[in-house]
């Protein structure tokens, strides 16, 4: 990538990511997201935070997340100490136009998949090129598996049109989730067909622990622009 390719890249997230936090009122619990968009909502809460006062409590997502906001002066909370999020930031690798996602590209899919469960308003914030009409025409589906089902999960995923690959964090080394689990990441030649079905399918695979399958849990979308602006489209 190009010099030029990555400062447009960083501009679209960027606009998404504060987009989303100026959205965000005092005295709301949010779900903090992960990867490099909710990098800059993170940065323009911690702004925020000093120059308006706002008053939130983050729950986050993933490790990472825990360290940046902990790092800009974010208060935070452990899911177990809330029983529900009133809004929810977060990425996505895909989006389609009704709004079903695939993410786990950070790895971090078991835990912001249980944050939006609780969620009373999922925002997601991308670049135009995450918006697409097919899932799994751009990005591979993540599976989260238990290290010792990875055979026969791997198997079962094949038997439904994919092709998993185990995601390395080195050459020859699995990468272990958060949770100590691994990801198989899955290819579908043609894309998903029917992403909803296809998610009760891989649920029902003994020791695949979570899918990166997101059905009917995002309200709104953030659209970062390459001018800095951003659209909004809501659900």
Same mark, same amino acid.
């Given at each position: 990538?190009?010099?030029?390719?990555?400062?447009?890249?960083?501009?679209?997230?960027? @606009?998404?990511?504060?987009?989303? @936090?100026?959205?965000? $009122?005092?005295?709301?619990? &949010?779900?903090?997201?992960?990867?490099?968009?909710?990098?800059? +909502?993170?940065? #323009?809460?911690?702004?925020?935070?000093?120059? $308006?006062?706002? $008053?939130?409590?983050?729950?986050? +997502?993933?490790?990472?997340? +825990?360290? %940046?906001?902990?790092?800009?002066?974010?208060?935070?909370?452990?899911?177990?100490?809330?029983?529900?999020?009133?809004?929810?930031?977060?990425?996505?690798?895909?989006? !389609?136009?009704?709004?079903?996602?695939? %993410?786990?590209?950070?790895?971090?899919?078991?835990?912001?998949? &249980?944050? @939006?469960?609780?969620?009373?308003? $999922?925002?997601?914030? &991308?670049?135009?090129?995450?918006? &697409?009409?097919?899932?799994?025409?751009?990005?591979?589906?993540?599976?989260?598996?238990?290290?010792?089902?990875?055979?026969?999960?791997?198997?079962?995923?094949?038997?439904?049109?994919?092709?998993?690959?185990?995601?390395?964090?080195?050459?020859?080394?699995?990468? +272990?989730?958060?949770?100590?689990?691994?990801?198989?990441?899955?290819? /579908?030649?043609?894309?998903?067909? !029917?992403?909803?079905?296809?998610?009760?399918?891989?649920?029902?695979?003994?020791?695949?622990?979570?899918?990166?399958? /997101?059905?009917?849990?995002?309200?709104?979308?953030?659209?970062? %622009?390459?001018?800095?602006?951003?659209?909004?489209?809501? #659900?």
């Amino acid at each position: 990538m190009t010099t030029t390719e990555e400062q447009r890249v960083t501009s679209v997230k960027e @606009a998404a990511g504060r987009r989303a @936090a100026d959205m965000v $009122e005092t005295g709301t619990i &949010v779900g903090l997201g992960t990867g490099s968009t909710v990098w800059f +909502t993170l940065l #323009r809460l911690a702004e925020r935070i000093q120059s $308006e006062g706002l $008053e939130i409590v983050g729950v986050p +997502t993933s490790m990472d997340t +825990t360290e %940046k906001a902990t790092d800009l002066g974010i208060p935070l909370l452990g899911l177990g100490e809330v029983e529900k999020i009133h809004l929810t930031i977060d990425g996505a690798d895909e989006i !389609d136009g009704e709004f079903q996602m695939i %993410k786990g590209g950070g790895g971090a899919l078991l835990r912001e998949k &249980v944050i @939006a469960s609780i969620s009373d308003r $999922e925002v997601i914030v &991308v670049g135009p090129d995450k918006v &697409v009409e097919k899932l799994g025409t751009t990005f591979l589906l993540p599976v989260e598996v238990t290290s010792f089902a990875l055979p026969t999960v791997s198997r079962a995923l094949a038997a439904l049109g994919c092709e998993p690959v185990l995601r390395l964090s080195d050459p020859g080394v699995a990468l +272990t989730t958060d949770n100590g689990n691994q990801i198989l990441d899955c290819r /579908f030649p043609n894309g998903i067909d !029917d992403p909803r079905n296809l998610e009760r399918a891989i649920a029902a695979i003994p020791g695949a622990v979570e899918s990166g399958l /997101f059905i009917d849990l995002a309200h709104a979308v953030i659209i970062g %622009k390459e001018d800095g602006s951003a659209e909004v489209r809501e #659900r």
